[in-house]
């Protein structure tokens, strides 16, 4: 069929129409709107001054599978706490040393907080069951505390002894801080944790405390202190701080 001039002209002007709109779509710009930042904390890594740095206490549990980790002397330019404890299992069946590890995040930091950490695992599916890692000789324990204008990261090695291993070794030491303490324990069946601290206790003056915690009361006789920069108060419990000038 014999399609008209004017049919020609009028299906000329549609087909041109049609792409220029499809040109216009094809070539359609967005502009991107600024991303609004709010309540965002720095990740700067800052320090923390010697008197707003916290103290750390790292206790055993009489059965020496639980250790309640309480940190005091939180400032309160601190909004969030991470701690993460990694310790480490001599597993005898294959004579080496497993690592595992328990940690969390604190988003309600108040001036003090306590945490108690498992050294193995639980499944409370059905009533609690728990399976303890036994054999634990020390590890490291990490804080990271987040304030408005960066985070602070403390990271302390930690040993983990019994009674009887300070009697076998004649006391207790920090081979990563290169501290060690000479002495007996008249305990018998008591857990001792020996770390480096981030804070100091209350009215002390000093460069580094080092500080022994336990179940009991660590009565004792401490011989000796090196290097001999490092004292403590009472030579008659091996648990408190020992304090480097």
């Given at each position: 069929m014999k399609i008209s001039n004017h049919k020609q002209l009028l299906l000329?002007?549609?087909?041109?129409?049609?792409?220029?709109?499809?040109?216009?779509?094809?070539?359609?710009?967005?502009?991107?709107?600024?991303?609004?930042?709010?309540?965002?904390?720095?990740?700067?890594?800052?320090?923390?001054?010697?008197?707003?740095r916290p103290y750390i206490s790292l206790t055993p549990r009489a059965d020496g599978h639980l250790l309640t980790l309480k940190i005091d002397n939180i400032p309160s330019s601190v909004?969030?706490?991470?701690?993460?404890?990694?310790?480490?299992?001599?597993?005898?069946?294959?004579?080496?040393?497993i690592e595992k590890g328990v940690g969390d995040t604190v988003k309600e930091v108040s001036k003090s907080i306590s945490k108690d950490l498992l050294l193995g695992t639980e499944s409370c599916t059905n009533g609690c069951k728990y399976s303890y890692d036994?054999?634990?000789?020390?590890?490291?324990?990490?804080?990271?505390?987040?304030?408005?204008?960066?985070?602070?990261?403390?990271?302390?090695?930690?040993?983990?002894?019994?009674?009887?291993?300070?009697?076998k070794e004649n006391g207790i030491s920090l081979p990563a801080e290169n501290i060690t303490v000479s002495a007996t324990t008249t305990t018998k069946s008591d857990f001792f944790v020996m770390?480096?601290?981030?804070?100091?206790?209350?009215?002390?003056?000093?460069?580094?405390?080092?500080?022994?915690f336990s179940n009991g009361t660590g009565a004792g006789k401490i011989s000796s202190i090196s290097p001999n920069t490092v004292t403590k108060s009472s030579i008659t419990s091996i648990v408190g701080d020992y304090l480097a000038q």
């Open positions: 000329a002007a549609i087909v041109i129409t049609s792409s220029l709109f499809l040109t216009a779509c094809g070539k359609k710009t967005t502009t991107a709107k600024p991303t609004l930042k709010t309540n965002v904390q720095s990740t700067k890594t800052i320090e923390l001054s010697p008197q707003d909004t969030q706490l991470d701690y993460e404890l990694i310790y480490t299992v001599h597993d005898p069946a294959t004579n080496q040393d036994n054999g634990v000789n020390g590890g490291t324990l990490t804080l990271t505390l987040m304030t408005a204008e960066g985070q602070a990261v403390f990271e302390s090695p930690f040993v983990f002894k019994s009674s009887a291993d300070i009697k770390l480096k601290n981030y804070g100091l206790p209350k009215g002390i003056t000093a460069k580094t405390a080092y500080s022994i």
